[in-house]
């Protein structure tokens, strides 16, 4: 069984390989091949751009591939969804696609621009969007730069945005969000059905929840006498109840549990007051629920 898997070449490239990495899986790219090396002999990855991936994996090209829940509906695609994979290519969070307009301008929502032209990459959602909102308006195909294109090219943009600094830096005003997208692993429909490619993507899906569940975690061990151990566990926050086992002295315990990495710096001298001893921090690749 060999699994076609397509990996989305640009923006998401570095984040998805990232991921895959932290979820088991080492693939190397080249700058001459859109076939990247994989050290599993079960996939065959094959570099696309995100937003032709749906249209490849419904005709069969590829059995699997991530890209963004946004694409997925613009292409209109049928499609099996694995998972949804909440990570962006700065952050690991959603990413928004808003209706953008110049600081200067006197719009202030959707229904100003009744008549006006909006430049887009994302066409059939933003028609879909304007419609709900009953006004008619001309969109356009925007081959990039949207951002530079109001005034002159446009009266307003529909562009993909995590911080909404470029935006800012262009002098341009969010006044709506059109959707909201992340990240998604999708399968063909006929793939799905086929068992062991099924049960390799569940587990490709698992080892990826896996992977996005330990992110910003970091796994805490440490000593404590039994006398101090309610103070200790009383500073710690926990994914679940720690984990308490015996030591071979019977008088000592270890408590072992995951806590957000951003808290360590603050709970780690308050251990230490609390009498935790031999305390270790160590990272976290996967966190399997």
Known sequence: M????????????????ELFRRAGFTITTSSRSYFPAIDDPEIECMLIRAQEMARYVEDGVLDAGLTGRDWVAESGATVETIADLIYAKQ???????????????????????????????????????????????????????????????????????????SLRANKLRIIETV?????????????????????????????????????????????????????????????KNPTVSTLSDNEWLAVNTILDESTVRNILPRLKEAGAQGIVEYPLNKIVM
């Open 179 to 239: 959707l909201e997208s992340n990240t998604q692993l999708i399968a063909n429909v006929t793939s799905w059905k086929d068992s062991e490619k099924r049960r390799k993507l569940e587990d490709i899906r698992m080892l990826l929840d896996g992977a996005i569940n330990a992110l910003g975690k970091v796994g805490l061990m440490l000593n404590v006498e039994k006398k101090n151990l309610a103070t200790v566990l009383a500073v710690l926050p926990a994914l």
């Open 91 to 165: 952050s690991f969070g959603k990413v928004r696609w808003v209706l953008a307009v110049p600081e200067s301008s006197t719009f202030r929502s959707v229904k100003d621009l009744e008549g006006k032209v909006i430049a887009t990459e994302l066409v059939e959602a933003t028609r879909r969007y304007l419609a709900a909102n009953g006004v008619k308006a001309k969109v356009e195909f925007s081959w990039g730069a949207t951002e530079v294109k109001p005034p002159e090219l446009a009266d307003a943009i529909v562009e993909v945005t995590e911080t909404g600094s």
């Open 2 to 17: 060999k699994l076609k898997l397509g990996i989305p070449k640009g923006s998401l490239e570095t984040a998805t390989i």
